[in-house]
């Protein structure tokens, strides 16, 4: 029998969603080949994925179902994140906040100035 993870840390389940985006970033980079190297990237993505199954298979099954839904828009939040990153200390501040807010389920209206 495979021994159980029972390490619900933050540490884990961002160790899953780094290796889904390695996935699907391989998946994609193969995507621009026909021959040996889009081989070599579709098996760099097979790889991925059988961490992440493996990793599946070995925590608890009430910990699958979160982890695989927060794992189910991987690329969206990296290329947010690609955004961010570019913001001001006050933009990022500022985003935080309203983030906070809908986190509570505080509706949040945004205005275009005319």
Known sequence: MKEQFTDSTYSLLK???HTKI???YFEDV?????????????????KSK???????????????????????????L?????????FTTSQKEQLEEIIELMATGQLIEIT???
């Open 112 to 114: 275009q100035p005319e």
């Open 15 to 17: 160790a899953l969603h």
């Open 30 to 46: 193969a995507k621009g080949y026909e021959y040996g190297a889009k081989q070599i990237m579709l098996g760099y993505a097979n």
């Open 78 to 86: 990296d290329a947010v994140e690609d955004r961010i990153i570019h």
């Open 50 to 76: 059988w961490i992440v199954d493996n990793i599946r298979h070995r925590i608890p099954s009430e910990m699958v179902a979160e982890i695989d839904n927060d794992m189910r828009d991987s690329l969206f």
């Open 22 to 24: 390695a996935q699907e």
